[in-house]
C-alpha cells in the first residue's frame, strides 16, 4: 500500500512532523494538518484523505462528536495515536467503525502496521456496510410490493401474479422504481381507508 493521503490532528508540531516522517517514505502523501477537531472535520469534508492519525494530546471529549460523525457517514479509518487506553478509549474503539488504536511512543514499524491494518480493515468494513444496507433496500422494497401486491389482489378480484405482473408493467412504463410504485399504491389504499372511517 502506498500513495494513501492522511490528515494529521495534534495539538503540537512536533508530533505532527513525527507523525509525518514515519508515513512519507512509505509513500503516504500528507494533505495537511490541525490542531483541533473542527479543523478536523472541515479537512476531511474538504481533501476526502484515505485516513487520519489523531493525537490524543486532543481532548477526546472535543474529538468524539467527529469521530462519531466520521463513524456514521464511514469517511475514513481514524488511527488514534495515545499513551494510555482508558475506558472511554476502548469504548471508542469497539463501538466505532472507523477507530484504531496505536500506543505512544511511537514505533515506526508498528505504527505503519497500524495504518495500513486499519486501511484493510475499513474497505472490509466499507464493503459489508454497503451489502448491508442493499439488502436492507431490497426487503424493504419487497415488503412494500407484497402488501401492494396484496392490496391490488384484494381491489381488483386478481391473482397474485397479475398483481406483480401489472405493477412491473406500470414501473416499466412510466419509468419509476417498483418500490415507489408499490408505495403508492399502499398509500392510495391507507388514504381511501381513512376517508371511510
Avoid at 493521503?5 to 512532523?17: G, H, S
Avoid at 476526502?48 to 486532543?58: K, S, T, Y
Avoid at 396484496?150 to 401474479?161: D, F, H, T, Y
Wanted: some cysteine; overall charge neutral; proline content about 4%.
Amino acid at each position: 500500500m502506498s500513495g494513501e493521503k492522511y490528515i494529521v490532528a495534534a495539538t503540537d508540531n512536533p508530533t505532527q512532523i513525527s507523525i509525518r516522517n514515519m508515513l512519507n517514505p512509505y509513500g503516504f502523501m500528507f494533505l495537511g494538518n490541525c490542531s483541533d477537531s473542527i479543523s478536523l472535520l472541515r479537512l476531511i469534508r474538504s481533501y476526502n484523505p484515505d485516513f487520519v492519525v489523531i493525537d490524543m494530546g486532543l481532548q477526546l471529549r472535543d474529538i468524539k462528536p467527529v469521530i462519531d460523525t466520521i463513524d456514521d457517514e464511514m469517511l475514513c479509518p481514524c488511527i488514534l495515536v495515545g499513551q494510555s487506553k482508558d475506558m472511554e478509549t476502548e469504548d471508542l474503539q469497539e463501538k466505532s467503525k472507523v477507530v484504531t488504536l496505536c500506543p505512544k511512543p511511537l514505533n515506526k514499524e508498528l505504527f505503519i502496521h497500524t495504518v495500513e491494518m486499519s486501511l484493510i480493515s475499513f474497505k472490509r468494513i466499507s464493503k459489508l456496510d454497503r451489502k448491508l444496507r442493499e439488502m436492507t433496500e431490497n426487503y424493504e422494497t419487497r415488503k412494500a410490493v407484497e402488501r401492494a401486491k396484496w392490496i391490488l389482489m384484494e381491489r381488483e378480484g386478481i391473482n397474485e401474479s397479475e398483481a406483480y405482473e401489472r405493477m412491473r408493467k406500470k414501473s416499466m412504463d412510466t419509468r419509476t422504481p417498483i418500490k415507489a410504485l408499490a408505495e403508492a399504491v399502499i398509500f392510495a389504499y391507507e388514504l381511501g381507508d381513512k376517508s371511510k372511517g
